[in-house]
């Protein structure tokens, strides 16, 4: 199941994050994605 969420970002750094997406042929949700579930597991790791 897919969640929307809000976010609040600096517009430089979106503009700038958005334009290298595109460079890059990446989708922003999908990255964004990535980048939570990499934080979250690497929060496991220090806790044990």
């Given at each position: 199941?897919?969640?929307?969420?809000?976010?609040?970002?600096?517009?430089?750094?979106?503009?700038?994050?958005?334009?290298?997406?595109?460079?890059?042929?990446v989708m922003l949700?999908?990255?964004?994605?990535?980048?939570?579930?990499?934080h979250l597991e690497?929060?496991?790791?220090?806790?044990?």
């Amino acid at each position: 199941m897919q969640k929307k969420v809000t976010l609040s970002i600096d517009d430089e750094v979106y503009g700038n994050f958005q334009k290298f997406c595109e460079e890059n042929d990446v989708m922003l949700s999908k990255r964004v994605e990535r980048l939570i579930k990499k934080h979250l597991e690497e929060g496991e790791k220090n806790d044990k």
